[in-house]
């Protein structure tokens, strides 16, 4: 039980001025041993003593050298780093060089000789042989989409017009102008009898209306006689949102998307701010709640600018989509509200896809266009392409799921640079992988077994696919590559842990962002067909490197209710005694976002929680993070098994872990703790409301407590819309659960979090007030703090609460 009092008047004292000597007293460490102290104000402190990693790295466009993003220090902001790969140590690039520097965005033409790339908004080419810089545009209208067109001038998009400069001569000419509106009617005979009677009895009337048509049948010869005049309009109509606005690299055609105005638009929630500049609460509008947005179903137009006509795709002759996925759960919620029951046959609501690379991808000569559509209701992808004689879409690939298809990654597709084949990836097999479709083929699988593909790059003669997979292990992220002409695949390094890639301008190196679980990230270049990878950075700090952390067992906790493991992270105590009579108590740790992986081998992003548990083994606990069913990196099944129930299987995992802890781990069953943030909170809930006495304690950091409040696009994947599936809403969400809390439990949110509102958290405390639950829960509130603290104050006192919770109840 959580005693106020003590929570008040003694814990902190306690903690900050004994967590030291409870460390040396757990480990055996003696004072004099400096280097390996260690504080909880530290662990929470700004990481700024940790070092400052690389992040974002690219390639200079000579190769020679390496540029990366670092925060300054004391600041939120970062600055443009450069290392060059003969050797020194990083540079700051100066102000002045800011605008000639290279930048990681660009095209290059097809000799690979120049470059067109964006620079604050306006289009800039650079010949690679000289160096030199030529500006396209000086404009305050920002510019997007520069391309190298299939003859060799540079076309980019302002506003929703496209243009095309050509270096040869200087020239600059719009090519095409799409506007939201009506297109002007010709003059017609009015055809009323008003309109008629007018033109017959006025000849005022009659020779005005004669005027503006004979002006603009005029300008239509004009535009059409002169060579110079190229430009055309296209009108879309009214009252919708452009989506997605596309020039082909021949130039000849524009892909248009739209959708209905408002689409995807719901009633917004609001979310006060009560620290503020002027000491007034100011009210900020925030998102829509699941199933309040209305469906967006895009149209699609092929702009031809020769013909200067506008075609609309057919999408109704995808398989499935008239199939509703959804029918039966509908039906039930219509008994259920002893309403008829309609089955809608009309085709289901489709959208262009972005996440994860462009959902618009046009081969390199302009003569293949690949759409990537996915449904509305999350059941269906399809992978397709124009058909530009019949104006038509043809399936390339469709992928169907009875829960849903992954949105969030693996959804990377392309053209090869020099024969119009198509590349894509897919869950198809269970799992991410790499497919290739020649035309008038069958679709190719390029990589096969149980390990996730991602991270495609494509050599510029398309000898290669460069991807990273997890084969060896599913927490070991390396990069491998696949021979396109004989299907060999082949590893391009072994460095262990977790490595993202970027290839060389020439496609000999690998930039590689390499971590270990102990190792913050750090760069390193290598040949990519000799073992010869070289740190380029060091950015972590010595006084990080002093502290001897807790290097976690990546272990496979059997799963009692699926075939395969568990992965998870295992810190144990120093000197652990497995047949020691006095067991120890022991704290799991539940990761956020369900969809993410944290026990791998590399350097975590829960870089405060790795330093917590840390210190937690010092002070003799045992701790388990555990990838729960849901989690990434082990496959489309274990991602879908929360299907409809989530905090059901998860809760499953949690358990078994326990059980192997105290198996395994000479844990004290009484004396096992829980906490976690977001989701991790979320399952905090669960676990406490749905097992009740498994757990002693738990922590509830920023949590979902009822998913109908969460946003659209992350549960509508899973739990479907309130309206459709409201079984699977109440079977999911902590709130409805609040009455089994039978032991200690904290709370704590920012109340300016615009992720998991904070009224989340309110509303499950009024349910446990109303249930009478006092004695048992605290919460701490953190008035600036939105769903990723940002102050260290408000770290620091939020795990300190955490840490006097687990030693209150687990010792």
Known sequence: MIHNSHLLQSGVCRLLLGAIAATFAATGLQASEAKTELTLKQVMSDPDWMGRSPQSPYWSDDGKTVLFQQKIKGHQSQQLMSVALSGGKPQVVANEELDTIDRDNGDLNANRTLKAYLFRGDVFVKNLQTGDIYPVTQTLTRESQVNFMSDGRISFRRDNSFFAYDMMTGR???????????????????????????????????????????????????????????????????????????????????????????????????????VTDDG???????????????PVNQRFYLLDLKSEKKFELNKEKFEGIDRDPLAALKKKAAERNNEAFKKDSSPRAIYIHGWGGNGVEWSQDGKELALKLYAYDNKDRWLARVNFNNKTLETLHRLTDNAWVNDWTFNQMGWLNNHNDFYFLSEHSGYSHLYLKKKNKRIKALTKGKFEVSDLTLTHDDAYIYYRANKKHPGIHEVYRVELASGKNEAVTDLGGNNDYVLSPDESQLLITHSTVTKPQELYVKSVTVDDARQLTNTVSNAFKSIQWTKPDIIEVPSSHTDEPIYSRLYLPENFDKQRADKYPAVMFVHGAGYLQNAHQGWSGYFREFMFHSLLTRMGYVVLDMDYRASKGYGRDWRTAIYRQMGTPELEDLLDGKQWLLKNANVEADKVGIYGGSYGGFMTFMALFNAPGEFAAGASLRPVTDWSSYNHGYTSNILNTPEVDPEAYNISSPIEYAEGLSDPLLIAHGMVDDNVFFKDSVRLVQRLIELEKTPLFETAIYPVEPHGFREPSSWLDEYTRILMLFEDNLK
């Open 280 to 294: 007034y609460v100011e009210n900020e509008t925030v998102r829509t709640l699941v199933g309040q947005r209305k």
């Open 172 to 274: 600059l000419a719009q090519l095409a102008e799409v506007k939201l509106a009506e297109e002007p009617e010709d003059w017609k005979e009015p055809s009323d009898f008003l309109g008629a009677q007018q033109r017959r009895l006025f000849d005022y009337i009659k020779t005005q209306q004669d005027e503006r048509q004979f002006k603009k049948q005029q300008r239509e010869q004009q535009e059409k006689a002169n060579q110079f005049i190229k430009a055309k309009t296209f009108y879309l109509g009214k009252k919708i949102d452009l989506d997605n606005l596309s020039l082909s690299p021949s130039g000849e055609y524009i892909f248009a998307a739209v959708s209905d105005e408002q689409s995807g638009e719901g009633e917004q929630d609001n979310m006060p701010r009560f």
